[in-house]
């Protein structure tokens, strides 16, 4: 196993802001910060604000886009391609997030279509899992999200996948999970992949850790070598508080 030195830090502005001159102020402001050599920071604005970003952007800092369609082209009313994100500029894209498993209606399967979609055109999936409740089995219900959204994918080069740990009872709650027990889901995520293809494998995937990150707690997390980054969801919308979560990847190495 690499130690992987490397910390991403992704934000994910979900449906905000609403304009466009807010959406470049934020990564303008946000850019003014000098961002570490060994942070891999990744935008994640709606898709309306992806080409305007781009342009913004150095090209060490990278954008994603939020979804994307399982589907390659044609009569797909309202949604957006592999492809055109690609050409866009995109580098990764979010797949199986909490809000649009629970809140849209996404299923494992159509999450297991988009992952291949991703690969197909070449971005690299964010895929997030974690369980509803607290006192879900996260085993079980972990195990379940994994096997279904790899079914009939080989193993991913190294580099092309993330995993990011969301418990869902920790996004945008003010509670976030504790950073022992996010490490043991880290584990047991790498655990489960591993099984799926191998261990070294999956020991050299980057798990991070998504769910009330904030600039108080990100070093418990991001500081830990089973974690590789944070993917920040409301904090990511404050400049302020987002420059000192990317500062903190630089603390308790
Ligand atoms: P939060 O969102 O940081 O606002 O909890 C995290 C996420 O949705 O990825």
Redesign the pocket.
Known sequence: MKIMKKKFI?A?W?MNPSTSDEAQRLVKSVLTAQIPKDVELIFTPPFVYLEAIKKLLPKEIKLAAQNISWAERGAYTGEISGLMLKNLGCSYV?IG???RRYKIGETDEMINLKLKAAFKAGLTPVL?VGEKEQNDDIVKILTRQLKNAFKDLEAPEVGRLMI?Y?PVW?????I?DTPDHALSAALLIRKIVGNLYTADWASDLPVLY?????EENAADFIGQTGINGA??????LEVLEFTKIIKATQTND
């Open positions: 992704i994910n979900k979010i997030h909490s809000e997030a990011a969301e920790a996004i945008g709650t003010g976030s998504g769910g009330s990150v904030t993917l920040v969801g409301g904090a990511s």
